[in-house]
């Protein structure tokens, strides 16, 4: 092991909108851990649970995450969004703030954010993670006011790394390749997976269903699940994303129902399910492909970024998609009989873009 790149110290601040980005930070943290860097996270709540768990020896900071609550209805969620604006731009100033605080009391070699918009330094080499350098609104003109603010806070970091592929076919389309590139160094380091297929085992369930996502839509959609479940004779797994809560007992004799699994459980689920059903967060995205399951994403509603993605797979036929209004016994009987066209995927660009990155500092 080349001993310049021993010891490095990096801190990791993962975002607290869903625990996807701390799953995908899960990654780059193993990677990180083989080149003997000595890592520090960043979080607070559900975040710190799930990374704790996975990373009992790792370093700990709390840092306050921002609770962004969305609407119960599809139409007013924009607005939820628009109101809580002061907010976020509060929050971002705090981070910024709490981190020039930490800077002075540790000395971090580099900080990698993923999509923490105030996580940077000017004085250290920062990092910014995001598979979405372009905002989708359905809304042309907003789209580009929101792309200019994406930028303005995205310039101020050294380097963006991008989740996914460079070249097409890639995972999230526009979203993720736009006309218009930031500023800074931009690099495509494909997507991240804590899973890696090993092997086709015995299949046990019919469905797996992944529940996750802000409230009040995460028990809006677990409610769907659960009804749906009542309705038919196919075995169910559901993992409800609620790590450090306690389980509930269910009734239901064709479900079985965790909280929460860690990866190795969580991959093994995953692998012994024919279908998995989720919302069509990023990394659940990324999780799924990786191990070519046949999926069906059911978008967050109101989150225009999972509606483009759930259409961007579907014309790839990567994925099977519907509306959450829609009728779920109906689309699941569609989903069985769907043509799904599994892409080739290289799981191990990040490792390279991740040993240079430290080998540089």
Same mark, same amino acid.
């Given at each position: 092991?080349?001993?310049?790149?021993?010891?490095?110290?990096?801190?990791?601040?993962?975002?607290?909108?869903?625990?996807?980005?701390?799953?995908?930070?899960?990654? /780059?943290?193993?990677?990180?851990?083989?080149?003997?860097?000595?890592?520090?996270?960043?979080?607070?709540?559900?975040?710190?649970?799930?990374?704790?768990?996975?990373?009992?020896?790792?370093?700990?900071?709390?840092?306050?995450?921002?609770?962004?609550?969305?609407?119960?209805?599809?139409?007013?969620?924009?607005?939820?969004?628009?109101?809580?604006?002061?907010?976020?731009?509060?929050?971002?100033?705090?981070?910024?703030?709490?981190?020039?605080?930490?800077?002075?009391?540790?000395?971090?070699?580099?900080?990698?954010?993923?999509?923490?918009?105030?996580?940077?330094?000017?004085?250290?080499?920062?990092?910014?993670?995001?598979?979405?350098?372009?905002?989708?609104?359905?809304?042309?003109?907003?789209?580009?006011?929101?792309?200019?603010?994406?930028?303005?806070?995205?310039?101020?970091?050294?380097?963006?790394?991008?989740?996914?592929?460079?070249?097409?076919?890639?995972?999230?389309?526009?979203?993720?390749?736009?006309?218009?590139?930031?500023?800074?160094?931009?690099?495509?380091?494909?997507?991240?997976?804590?899973?890696?297929?090993?092997?086709?085992?015995?299949?046990?369930?019919?469905?797996?269903?992944?529940?996750?996502?802000?409230?009040? *839509?995460?028990?809006?959609?677990?409610?769907?699940?659960?009804?749906?479940?009542?309705?038919?004779?196919?075995?169910?797994? /559901?993992?409800?994303?609620?790590?450090?809560?306690?389980?509930?007992?269910?009734?239901?004799?064709?479900?079985?129902?965790?909280?929460?699994?860690?990866?190795?459980?969580?991959?093994?689920?995953?692998?012994?399910?024919?279908?998995?059903?989720?919302?069509?967060?990023?990394?659940?995205?990324?999780?799924?492909?990786?191990?070519?399951?046949?999926?069906?994403?059911?978008?967050?509603?109101?989150?225009?970024?999972?509606?483009?993605?759930?259409?961007?797979?579907?014309?790839?036929?990567?994925?099977?998609?519907?509306? *959450?209004?829609?009728?779920?016994?109906?689309?699941?009987?569609?989903?069985?009989?769907?043509?799904?066209?599994?892409?080739?995927?290289?799981? *191990? *660009?990040?490792?390279?873009?991740?040993? #240079?990155?430290? #080998?540089?500092?």
């Amino acid at each position: 092991m080349n001993t310049d790149i021993q010891h490095k110290k990096i801190l990791i601040a993962p975002l607290d909108w869903g625990l996807g980005h701390a799953a995908r930070c899960m990654v /780059i943290i193993n990677d990180l851990q083989k080149l003997n860097c000595d890592i520090t996270i960043a979080g607070s709540g559900k975040i710190k649970t799930l990374l704790q768990n996975e990373f009992p020896n790792i370093n700990f900071l709390d840092l306050p995450g921002y609770k962004i609550s969305y609407s119960k209805f599809k139409r007013l969620l924009p607005l939820k969004i628009l109101i809580q604006v002061p907010k976020i731009l509060k929050i971002i100033r705090f981070e910024n703030k709490w981190l020039k605080n930490i800077l002075e009391m540790y000395k971090f070699d580099a900080i990698i954010s993923d999509n923490r918009f105030g996580f940077y330094s000017k004085k250290i080499t920062s990092v910014f993670i995001t598979h979405q350098l372009q905002i989708k609104t359905n809304l042309s003109w907003l789209d580009k006011k929101l792309q200019h603010l994406n930028y303005t806070y995205i310039n101020n970091f050294h380097e963006c790394w991008v989740p996914d592929f460079k070249e097409n076919p890639n995972i999230a389309g526009e979203l993720s390749h736009p006309e218009i590139l930031p500023e800074i160094i931009v690099k495509y380091m494909g997507p991240l997976s804590r899973f890696k297929k090993i092997t086709t085992g015995k299949i046990r369930f019919k469905w797996m269903a992944i529940i996750s996502g802000p409230e009040p *839509q995460r028990t809006l959609f677990e409610k769907k699940i659960f009804d749906i479940a009542s309705k038919t004779n196919d075995d169910f797994l /559901i993992v409800r994303g609620l790590p450090g809560e306690k389980e509930n007992n269910f009734s239901l004799s064709n479900c079985k129902v965790f909280n929460h699994l860690n990866t190795a459980d969580m991959q093994e689920a995953i692998e012994s399910s024919e279908f998995i059903i989720s919302r069509c967060g990023y990394t659940t995205v990324m999780e799924i492909l990786a191990l070519q399951k046949k999926s069906v994403f059911i978008p967050t509603p109101g989150q225009t970024e999972q509606e483009y993605l759930a259409k961007h797979l579907s014309k790839q036929n990567w994925c099977y998609t519907f509306d *959450q209004k829609e009728d779920f016994t109906e689309h699941l009987g569609n989903a069985k009989t769907f043509e799904y066209n599994f892409p080739e995927i290289n799981m *191990q *660009q990040h490792t390279e873009i991740i040993t #240079n990155f430290i #080998n540089a500092l």
